[in-house]
């Protein structure tokens, strides 16, 4: 499904191909739209000519409407697809100091590219400026560092900060463009070729604008009816791929890689724990984190998980295999990469790094199930060896000290018992490069 | 061939649904969006590694492009930046405005019109890096999937150009 992995291709010759001709189709795009011409571009600032507003919205509400209709048709994997993410202060502080460049200089970086291209000479020049202005970029943002990263919200979408569904925003920007296109309408009569107020037609007349509003409108009704893909559609998309790693056990990992994976600091684990609040307080991993099995459903938190760092590995763990099951095949639908579930759950775990006898008791028969099949004599939540066996252990911890090893001390159960060699296993993580790696422009 | 007079630019609309579609194959193909100035960051950054390497190697904002070994000009973005080059210069040519000139207000100079393109390129340049993207990388390929800092950096863009059309209509009226 697209969008299609292109990572594989990288360095190829293809994959350099690809992109140049969608760079061809935006350059020519440009061009037959009058923007390697400065005069019609400025003219945008002085209503005279809304070929600039025109163009964009334009452009932006066709895409908009094809990219959400095919992802309603469950052609596109929209949570695939790239979206700039939000630095909302930098970004309106950049955006004004454009809009100053484009006023003076008369482009932007895009159409300057296709006026050099058809040798205007202020085009040329315009280029050589943007380079300057990004080399100088590129030596003061040091200096204003916490300045260009503040106020980050990540993957965040016009639908999130509404609460409305793609398609009705998809429905509601379309209604926009054509009202702002009828506006432009206006402007460009009164003030481009001054024809008086009484003159201008305030319906518009063309049968050919009326159809192509009248088809983009319907298109994104259709959008909105159709709604968005659900859990269950995504699920059903990645199936076949999904069943077979869940009937191999290719996703269960072993409790000795995490604590290996955790040592490792060019990763971040992220656990994600899915038991209710009692057995999490009991007992949990280090650095866990305790989500209801529906905040896997829930876009918001899977936001969060789509947009972490590409060194994240996030594991899912509940006190058998079940729960936590469930939780990754709802975050798998999603998109979510680098998504494990931690082998035999917290009792797995509990068996293989065990709690002194004084602080947990195994409850006989209630391995594999749901239900914590050990008994421990305090919540003890991650304040125990047992949870964070990947700390160096520094000195030796009375068999019965409860809480008192937040200092860093280890837990090693095999070498205490005498075992012998450290637990081997059979490796499973790989860490996943994300289709999506930066958008075109960032 | 010369001596004919360029044809006309197409229906705004027209051109604008264009845009549209190329923009989303490139989001259908790529899951990327359309975009110039990222990549002009990464050919400066190849152009200043030619003279300065080792000042490249200490920038942290340039050494993360081309520092050390890496090859700054070995980026998808560049070759889509080469395509719309190319794009431009194809449909120039096929609409006979393939030629050397100036576009001004009726007021100033050719040199006065440079002086200000590069000015105000310059200014751009460090905008849209401030941005995180252009108009085509943060405005359009953002809006098209609706994020939410791009409408705002829409609309910054259009408020400044506003904000200062007034005092500047000498340049262009």
């Known amino acids: 499904m697209a969008p299609f992995n292109l990572a594989p291709l990288a360095g190829t010759l293809a994959y350099d191909l690809v992109f140049l001709l969608i ?28 070929t600039v507003l025109k163009v964009m919205f334009t452009g932006i509400v066709v895409a908009a409407v094809l990219i959400f209709l095919s992802s309603a048709l469950g052609l596109l994997d929209f949570s695939h697809v790239w979206v700039n993410p939000t630095y909302l202060v930098p970004g309106i502080v950049g955006g004004l100091i454009m809009g100053v460049g484009f006023i003076v200089g008369g482009f932007c970086p895009g159409t300057s590219l296709v006026a050099a291209s058809t040798l205007k000479l202020d085009g040329v020049f315009f280029v050589l400026g943007v380079f300057g202005g990004v080399y100088a970029f590129g030596e003061t943002v040091q200096s204003f560092e916490p300045f260009f990263q503040s106020t980050f919200l990540g993957r965040f979408t016009v639908p999130d900060w509404l609460g409305l569904p793609y398609g009705v925003v998809v429905v509601l920007l379309v209604l926009m463009a054509l009202v702002m296109f009828w506006g432009a309408e206006i402007a460009e009569a009164y003030f481009g070729a001054g024809t008086s107020w009484k003159d201008i037609p305030l319906v518009p007349r063309s049968r050919a604008r009326i159809a192509g509003g009248g088809t983009l409108v319907a298109l994104a009704v ?29 996703i269960f990992v072993d409790p000795a890689e995490v604590v290996d994976l955790k040592k490792d600091f060019t990763l971040k684990v992220d656990v994600l724990d899915v038991r209710g609040e009692a057995d999490f ?19 918001a938190f899977v936001r969060t998980l789509l947009g972490a760092s590409e060194n994240t590995i996030v594991f899912v763990v509940s006190n058998g295999e079940a729960v936590a099951t469930q939780a990754w095949k709802d975050l798998r639908a999603q998109g979510v990469l680098n998504l494990y579930v931690i082998e035999g759950g917290i009792d797995g775990w509990l068996d293989r790094y065990q709690p002194s006898p004084c602080v947990a008791q195994k409850l006989s028969g209630e391995t594999g199930g749901e239900r914590l099949a050990w008994r421990f004599v305090a919540a003890v939540g991650d304040r125990n060896p047992s949870a964070h066996p990947d700390r160096a252990r520094k000195e030796y911890v009375p068999a019965c000290a409860l809480a008192t090893d937040a200092t ?33 422009c960032g | 061939m010369t001596s004919k007079p360029p044809r006309p630019y197409v229906n705004p609309y027209v051109g604008g649904a264009l845009l549209g579609v190329v923009l989303f194959l490139s989001f259908y193909i790529t899951g990327n969006g359309l975009g110039a100035s990222g990549a002009i960051g990464h050919v400066q950054v190849a152009i200043l590694n030619l003279f300065v390497p080792e000042h490249v190697d200490r920038v942290a904002y340039f050494a993360e492009v081309g520092g050390g070994s890496r090859n700054a000009l070995d980026n998808a973005g560049v070759f889509m930046l080469l395509g719309t080059f190319l794009g431009g210069m194809i449909s120039g040519i096929a609409n006979r405005r393939f030629r050397v000139e100036t576009r001004r207000g009726p007021h100033i100079t050719n040199r006065a019109r440079w002086a200000y393109a590069l000015l105000g390129g310059a200014v751009m340049g460090y905008g849209a890096r401030l941005a995180r993207g252009c108009t085509s990388g943060q405005a359009l390929s953002g809006g098209a999937v609706l994020s939410v800092g791009s409408f705002a950096f829409m609309f910054a863009v259009f408020g400044g150009g506003y904000a200062l059309a007034y005092f500047v209509r000498r340049l262009w009226n």
């Not at chain 1, 760079?23 to 005279?48: C, I, N, P, T």
């Not at chain 1, 307080?281 to 876009?299: K, M, T, W, Y």
């Not at chain 1, 860490?431 to 930066?438: A, G, I, P, R």
């Open chain 1, 23 to 50: 760079g061809v189709g935006f350059g020519a795009a440009l061009e037959v739209s009058g923007f390697g011409d400065s005069r019609k571009l400025a003219a945008q600032f002085y209503l005279r000519e809304m």
């Open chain 1, 408 to 440: 860093g001390t280890g837990y090693d159960p095999v070498h205490e018992a005498g075992h012998g060699a450290a637990p081997t296993y059979t490796k499973r993580v790989r860490l996943q490069k994300k289709t999506v790696t930066k958008g075109g």
């Open chain 1, 222 to 250: 259709a959008t909105a009816v159709l709604g968005q893909p659900t859990v269950e559609d995504r699920w059903g998309w990645v199936a076949s791929e999904g069943d077979r790693q869940l009937g191999e056990r290719e």
């Open chain 1, 281 to 299: 307080n009991q007992f949990h991993l280090s650095g866990a984190r305790r989500i209801e099995p529906g905040d896997a459903r829930d876009p």
